[in-house]
């Protein structure tokens, strides 16, 4: 799976993108969120402020409930702020 | 309909001829340019960009904006990267036959721009960097376009 | 501040040039261009114009929207005589620290341009003379930006 | 008195401005009108549709009840049409 990251969740993780290998139990963008705080402290602390987070799946913004799987591009960013 | 997501500065010039090459048919063109603000003792502004969603999703809201309005060509520039104060940040060129479509498409389309296409802006000053925070009033103004729809 | 009554084309590069030596210091800059739109069989548009008042009158306009908008620097350019289809009208320019001031403010000066400057178009075509008259839709705007100042 | 006439009405008077002695009696400018009509047919056609005619006296809107002099420049003209 593709993750991306942006803004200040890119620097707390120190990487802009990643490959992962997911568990195949993870069906959700929630549970995806869950396992990585879990696997490091990094994406805990990446992902503390949960409600502060938005999550994009193939570059279309979607909400926790979301399903994923092996192929999407999954992305994490904080509200935009362009313009 | 043209968007362009870029760390290249725009010059207005080129892109009003690049604008007309698409069309002529317009009575009213509305152009809004969006600069880096002279913050004081702001060196930088770092604009984080998520390029493929930026311009899936500004095509969308150009979407929505022609279905409300009368318009004609629209030209959107967005930019990302290191910016110094006074840079363009943001261009966006609408004609219509009607002033009023292509004003209040050119609102709508910034009022999008702003708090729903993936970007982010970072301000740098010499002692620290602050990640702007997305501004409640800025919310409010999608709300009220919301409203406007029902 | 800068009223230009003319009979002459304007650049929109130098003009915004002129713009920006009034000042930088705006985050947000609104444009706005009105054109001789080409209907069909129009050959020229004849645009008269009382141009002593004309000066007072959009002094006078831009003085209320300073009022009622935080706003940099303005800019503006009517012409009068005899214009030809796609022909550049009228240009508003308008620096501000914040877009929503900057866009107001010019859908603003624009209304009340449209409708209390003292202004005049004539549509020439090949058999006819058509001296336009003024819309209701054009009077409701001012009477929209009234009840909003109450 | 200086006149000033503009668009169809300036095209149906033929002049775009003139000097006019005005009798002393007339005092506003709806008594202009009617005293300009009076005196010849091509006045009285140009301000035949009273209601669509405004005024301004020295460049500034005005209505027909307004106090005029003999220093003041008067204008004519249809509602406005720029923009």
Known sequence: MKLKYFAWIAEIIDKREESLEIPSEIETIGQLVNYLSSIDETYKKAFE??????????????????????????????????? | ???????????????????????????????????????????????DCYPEMAQKKIKSITEIARSKWTLDNIRIVHRYGSLKPNDNIVLVI??????????????????????????????IYSDKEIWIEQKESDLRKLYQWEKLSL
Chains 1, 4 share one sequence.
């Not at chain 1, 926790?64 to 362009?82: V, Y």
């Not at chain 2, 290249?8 to 317009?26: W, Y």
């Not at chain 2, 809004?32 to 603000?37: E, N």
């Open chain 2, 94 to 123: 609408i004609g219509s036959s009607h002033r009023s479509d292509s004003m209040s498409a050119n609102e709508f389309i910034m009022d999008y721009l702003k708090s729903s296409a993936p970007f982010w802006k970072k301000e």
């Open chain 2, 1 to 47: 309909m043209d968007i362009n997501i870029t760390k290249e500065d725009f010059d207005l010039t080129k892109e009003i001829e690049i604008f007309n090459q698409g069309s002529l048919d317009h009575g009213a063109i509305s152009i809004f340019i969006g600069k880096v603000r002279p913050e004081k003792n702001l060196q930088s502004m770092h604009i």
């Open chain 1, 49 to 83: 402020k949960r409600k502060n987070i938005k999550f994009a799946v193939n570059q279309v913004l979607v909400n926790e409930n979301e399903l994923i799987s092996k192929a999407d591009e999954i992305a994490f960013f904080p509200p935009m702020t362009g313009g």
